[in-house]
């Protein structure tokens, strides 16, 4: 059977990476776990490595698709060099899962079995957001008007995706535009998404201003996403 590589990208997650790692490690089909500390200014990565988990490092903070790419090519070279084994899937997982990360393997039997080239989660439980939604009626609109559907969770950063389908969705689009971008392209080449119900939940973003500035952020890269697709 196929391997499973997880692909974790991390920016200031010391608090919850290692239990998302350790989690993800415990997956069947799973044999390599990828943290990309993506310029973390706290213990990200020695959290991470901590548990047993691969950890690659960005010496700047370049953004969450910089961040899966990397991990992703290393997932690449490893595989190269077992020529006899075929090329791993790629599940991508947030690093604030903790815990709740050992629920994800539902999202990695459709692409193991064949009957899908990507899965998308659709968290069972939701947790509070402290925005309005704004980021995600923007890609689910989008999303809508460019391929005629849109995932029920259109930001869900939990996927898993065949070697091929990841291939078919690069360049990836830059930071957070990468999810909605990749629901987009993998469509229009005829690739299969199917979305899975999973018990997974992540932390709630807050309301400050770091949170407010960080969704500003989201919202003006799902936008240039869109922009150049539709």
């Known amino acids: ?39 973390s200014r706290d213990g990200t990565g020695r959290a991470a490595k901590e548990t047993g988990a691969s ?16 991990g992703a090519e290393a997932v690449r070279l490893l595989d190269q060099r077992e020529p006899r084994q075929p090329p791993r899937h790629l599940l ?44 995600v009626r923007l890609s689910a609109a989008g999303t809508r008007r460019a391929i005629g559907w849109a995932p029920a969770q259109p930001l869900n950063g939990q996927r898993c995706l065949s070697r091929a389908a990841y291939d078919a969705a690069r360049p990836l689009a830059r930071r957070f535009g990468v999810e909605t971008a990749m629901t987009i392209d993998l469509a229009r080449k005829g690739m299969r998404i199917t979305e899975v119900e999973v018990p ?13 500035l960080h969704r500003a952020r989201q919202f003006a890269d799902v936008a240039w996403a869109l922009a150049t697709r539709l």
Not at 55 to 70: C, I, S
Not at 110 to 132: I, S, W
């Open 1 to 39: 059977m196929t391997g499973v590589a997880v692909v974790i990208p991390a920016y200031n997650e010391a608090g919850l990476v290692g239990a998302t790692a350790a989690a993800a490690a415990t997956l069947a089909g799973v044999d390599v776990v990828v943290v990309v500390d993506d310029g």
């Open 55 to 70: 950890v690659l490092r960005h010496a700047r903070n370049r953004g969450k698709a910089a961040a899966m790419e990397t």
């Open 92 to 135: 991508f997982l947030d690093a604030d899962l903790g815990a709740t990360a050992a629920q994800a393997g539902p999202l990695i039997t459709p692409v193991v079995a064949g009957e899908a080239d990507m899965t998308v989660a659709v968290f069972a439980a939701r947790v509070k957001l402290g925005g309005h939604g704004f980021v």
């Open 200 to 212: 997974l939940a992540h932390r709630a973003t807050g309301t400050g201003l770091r949170a407010q």
